[in-house]
């Protein structure tokens, strides 16, 4: 079902999904604790958000003298790029303001900037926001929501789903740290995976699972099974949400405590446990299915899930491919196959090849073609301990 959602937010680019104040409350944390000035003396901006409803605004205005800002910068889209059965109204904040226009409150995004106490209170916090109608819908890529990127330290958002590599190639266009929200999944694209491979981004520290983060969307927002209500308002999750990041912090360093192969053939999980481990027909590599059953003593390549990123230590393990593309070390893939389930052949809608399935197989959800497995259902990452590659 969370896949579900999140296809349906990309074919209909209905991307109004806002996060929840204690999921950004725990992550920002985590960075805090890793190193207290983080923040300190920084520009942060928050694109793609709606001030008014954004809880990524709420956190950092109502928290600036703690984190020590600098200055806080968000913009918004304009109503009018919006799909319109979101059926969304300029708010009473906008049109209470004397700076209220009719064409612009449709037509233009918003800035809402935050470095002073506007009110003199003696405390610089939401309270002090100012605002104003941008020249453009406030589009990230637009020249001047990018040129408020070049201005800014770090960058922080849910960035809209259907226009996640784009926003990721955006940050990278600039030299700034980064704190996004994605779908696990996007680590199997080319263009964010080799990111992470030379290490120029990472998951962030808490951690993805369907259910994980639940996001709030609108009422005008498709309605689907597998939602919840809570106080009135209507939340789904995204998928494997997920947080990517190129700020350090402490699970980024922390090493995977592993077992010898020996001891995992004894006592490790289902498929290994008394059997070993199976090579790749057509690469030289192990199989690994399961992430805490890497062997800690085996020095060639191993193919290990993609939950393994949330668990990378980079001075563990050497990222050297996946077969997520053809650009990297793959398995092979063939035109016909045929697919395991319950031990029994089902033909893919790619072939009529018949097979000869062998006995020892990697189980369901494995490809064969001439009874050899070539190609496993889901993505394979290839790493190597990093003392054993250097």
């Not at 704190?179 to 696990?184: D, H, K, Q, S």
């Not at 005008?220 to 209500?229: E, R």
């Not at 020892?360 to 009874?371: I, K, Q, R």
């Not at 496993?376 to 003392?387: C, E, L, P, S, T």
Request: charged share 25%.
């Amino acid at each position: 079902m969370a896949n579900e959602n999140l296809g349906d937010a990309k074919k209909a680019k209905n991307d109004e999904f806002y996060t929840q104040y204690d999921d950004i409350n725990k992550e920002i944390n985590a960075y805090l604790e890793y190193d207290e000035d983080v923040f300190r003396g920084k520009t942060v901006l928050l694109p793609c958000d709606d001030p008014e409803w954004s809880n990524f605004t709420k956190f950092f205005a109502q928290n600036f003298n703690r984190l020590g800002l600098k200055k806080l910068i968000s913009t918004s889209y304009a109503i009018g790029s919006k799909p319109q059965e979101l059926n969304l109204q300029p708010t009473l904040f906008e049109m209470d303001s004397p700076q209220f226009d009719t064409k612009k409150a449709v037509q233009n995004g918003r800035i809402f900037v935050l470095d002073r106490d506007t009110n003199k209170d003696g405390v610089i916090n939401f309270d002090d926001i100012t605002w104003s109608y941008l020249e453009g819908d406030g589009d990230f890529r637009s020249v001047e929501v990018t040129k408020l990127r070049d201005e800014a330290d770090i960058v922080v958002t849910n960035p809209p789903f259907s226009l996640f590599r784009e926003f990721v190639d955006w940050l990278f266009g600039g030299n700034t740290k980064f704190l996004i929200i994605g779908n696990m999944n996007a680590v199997t694209y080319k263009e964010i995976f080799v990111l992470i491979q030379k290490n120029l981004m990472w998951l962030g520290v808490t951690r993805t699972g369907v259910g994980f983060m639940w996001f709030e969307v609108n009422d005008g927002s498709p309605i689907k099974s597998g939602q919840k209500v809570i106080d009135g308002k209507r939340f789904q999750t995204i998928g494997n949400s997920a947080w990517f990041t190129n700020i350090d912090h402490q699970r980024l360093h922390e090493p995977l405590i592993l077992n010898s192969e020996e001891d995992n053939i004894r006592f490790g999980p289902p498929g290994i446990k008394g059997v070993g481990y199976k090579k790749y027909d057509n690469y030289d590599a192990i199989e690994v299915p399961k992430v805490d059953a890497i062997p800690s003593d085996f020095n060639g390549v191993m193919g290990v899930p993609i939950t393994f990123l949330g668990k990378h230590n980079p001075n563990q393990f050497d990222i050297l491919g996946s077969d997520a593309y053809d650009e990297t070390p793959p398995t092979k893939k063939y035109v016909n196959k045929v697919k395991v389930v319950n031990g029994e052949r089902m033909r893919s809608n790619t072939g009529t090849m018949g097979c000869v399935i062998r006995r020892e197989t990697f189980g369901d959800g494995t490809y064969f073609d001439v009874g050899y497995p070539v190609q496993a259902v889901y993505k394979r990452i290839f790493i190597r301990h990093r003392k054993s590659g250097k």
